[in-house]
């Protein structure tokens, strides 16, 4: 019986957890990278177009739309940037929604 009780909590433990986890994974969202851009990147780079701001860095839309700019090319830089930018230890979820919000900013 002791065995039963422990196996239902544990089982209400991992709904609740899979129910807070907001459910299926979703794909990388664009939107997301925007907030994260907004909170952790304005301080140096201008991350919207329509954003006046700091210029100390070069613009989001003219990093998306260097030709030199590949996905791996971005993401290792995020993972490991070289100073003086700071190393804001982002996780691979927010690097993938900020590489999908700089895929955005291409026409
Ligand atoms: C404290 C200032 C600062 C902050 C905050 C900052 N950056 Fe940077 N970033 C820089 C500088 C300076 C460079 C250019 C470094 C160089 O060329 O050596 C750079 C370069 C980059 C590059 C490479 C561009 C290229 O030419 O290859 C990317 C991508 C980038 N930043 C993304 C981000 C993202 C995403 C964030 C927010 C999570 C962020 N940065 C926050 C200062 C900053």
Same mark, same amino acid.
């Given at each position: 019986m002791r065995r039963l009780a422990d196996f239902t909590i544990a089982a209400m433990v991992l709904v609740a957890g899979g129910l807070g986890l907001g459910g299926p994974v979703r794909a990388a969202d664009p939107q997301e990278g925007y907030r994260l851009a907004s909170q952790w990147c304005t301080t140096c780079h $201008? $991350?919207? #177009?329509?954003q006046a701001g700091s210029d100390a860095a070069r613009p989001f839309d003219s990093i998306a739309n260097d030709? %030199?700019?590949t996905e791996d090319g971005i993401r290792a830089w995020l993972v490991d940037p070289h100073p003086p930018? #700071? %190393?804001? %230890?982002?996780?691979t979820a927010e690097i993938d929604a900020l590489i999908a919000y700089l895929k955005s900013l291409r026409p």
């Open positions: $201008v $991350v919207a #177009p329509d030709p %030199n700019f930018m #700071p %190393n804001p %230890n982002l996780s």
